[in-house]
């Protein structure tokens, strides 16, 4: 969702991210193309000098200088750049690659990527300095032939971690424009990350609207009001919507049960799903399947 990153390589690709779990840049928004990703899995954190507007949910954190910024793929936000130019590192990772290891477990869930914060840091000099350093050795190490290099690296985005653990939040916050259109902005993105499913092991995680509010971390009736102020329709509707869509997807081009149909969408029971599928197509699972 972030705009803004731009690597300075023009080669860069979703299939290093795919195969290693991992990927580090170069950032430099003068010089290159934005970088498209397939995945939705993975976690970033941004080196960034610049001065750039955050924005997450009703909430927008002005940073003027150098900052580090932590994202996860749970939460969607946008970034707007307020300078010509905006240089540093990026690097992408995956659950899987960071919690290789159970140590690592716990530092995805911590602050810096917690649900309802904003984990942006401005740096002095000197935390400038040593961040990138450990930057530039991710980059040596991820094009080198070192059997470990995988276990090197993980150190070095543990280390960042942890020395961003001791710093204390930015909280330049500002007020943002036209809130009610960011707020759904993130919704409807937030919605469209849930799918499509691609296992039925791996059922929909985010069914009502207020799930949706409280990982935007926003009232539910704030989220409301702002969605039908701007789209015209509830944010159950939306849900609906696109719940029933991925049901038809499933029926028509799969050949799992109506059972596991519904048991990766989120419902408790088939006769849930049934039930619910019916009302708003007018057809049961079994008989739009056969159509």
């Known amino acids: 969702m972030d705009t803004q990153v731009i690597p300075t390589h023009t080669e860069f690709n979703t299939g ?113 300095a040593f961040i990138s350093a450990l930057f530039q050795k991710m980059m040596v190490e991820q094009d080198a032939d070192y059997a470990y290099k995988d276990e090197l690296i993980r150190n070095y985005i543990n280390l960042i971690i942890h020395e961003t653990l001791k710093l204390k939040p930015s909280n330049s916050f500002v007020e943002p424009k036209n809130a009610s259109s960011r707020i759904t902005g993130l919704f409807l993105e937030l919605l469209e990350r849930q799918f499509p499913i691609e296992s039925s092991d791996r059922p929909l995680a985010l069914r009502a609207a207020q799930d949706y509010a409280q990982r935007l971390s926003v009232h539910v009736n704030h989220l409301n009001r702002s969605v039908r102020e701007v789209t015209g329709k509830s944010t159950t509707t939306h849900i609906s919507d696109r719940v029933i869509s991925e049901a038809k997807a499933l029926l028509q081009h799969t050949d799992w049960s109506v059972g596991d149909i519904a048991h990766a969408l989120g419902f408790e029971y088939p006769t849930y799903f049934n039930n619910y599928f019916k009302k708003h197509v007018q057809l049961s699972p079994t008989k739009f399947r056969a159509v």
Request: proline share 5%; net charge neutral.
């Open 16 to 128: 290093d991210l795919t195969l290693k779990g991992f990927t580090v840049y170069e950032v430099d928004t003068t010089v290159s193309r934005v970088p498209t990703y397939s995945r939705r899995d993975f976690y970033k954190i941004c080196l960034i000098t610049g001065k750039t507007r955050i924005y997450y949910a009703d909430r927008a954190v002005e940073l003027d200088g150098t900052f580090l910024f932590f994202a996860n793929p749970h939460i969607p936000y946008s970034s707007e750049v307020l300078t010509t130019r905006q240089t540093g590192y990026a690097c992408l990772f995956t659950e899987s690659f960071l919690k290789s290891h159970d140590r690592s477990e716990s530092l995805l869930q911590s602050p810096l990527f917690k649900i309802g914060g904003l984990p942006a840091f401005l740096l002095e000099p000197a935390q400038t």
